[in-house]
């Protein structure tokens, strides 16, 4: 059985956090079929984007900053701490995800640039060899991502 002495973290990579956001995607695409079957018809159409962003942003900042960690962090033991080694504070870990809201700007441009600042995050996660944090970890006030290996 392996101890605490066993195990070490090291930068999450681009791959690794890929794979959390998918897991994560799908948690939350279930989360939204099953809510929107039981009060879609009690919501105008109109809100569902500000609707699906904030349960998005609660979902990601709450496990967060109570766990350090999303489901999909934590299938692929992924954890999100400070530089003290800590859970991020509510304000780091939404500034960590504010990206999420990009979608909302009007037209299409809030798409084109919400994925214009996640090819940005990807890259600053691949070109940021030592610590692999991304602008967004930065942005958050020195946020990091780390996997958890056995030594």
């Known amino acids: 059985m392996a101890t605490d002495d066993d195990v070490v973290y090291i930068p999450g990579t681009l791959i690794w956090r890929i794979g959390a956001h998918i897991i994560d ?5 279930v989360l939204f079929v099953v809510m929107w079957i039981l009060i879609g018809n009690l919501v105008s159409v109109v809100w569902v984007p500000y609707i699906n962003t904030t349960i998005v942003l609660v979902y990601a900042v709450a496990l967060e900053t109570v766990r350090g960690q999303t489901l999909g962090k934590q299938a692929l033991r992924l954890r999100v ?3 003290d080694g800590i859970y991020p504070t509510p304000g780091q870990a939404l500034r960590r995800n504010i990206y999420f809201a990009l979608a909302l700007l009007p037209g299409f441009i809030g798409g084109l640039i ?3 600042v996640i ?3 990807a890259a600053s996660i691949l070109v940021n060899i030592d610590d692999r944090q991304g602008i967004n970890d930065r942005f958050a006030n020195q946020t990091f991502v ?4 056995r030594s």
């Open 114 to 116: 919400a994925l214009a």
């Open 81 to 83: 701490h400070n530089q």
């Open 25 to 29: 995607f799908v948690v939350l695409l």
């Open 146 to 149: 780390t996997r958890r290996v």
């Open 119 to 121: 090819g940005w995050i």
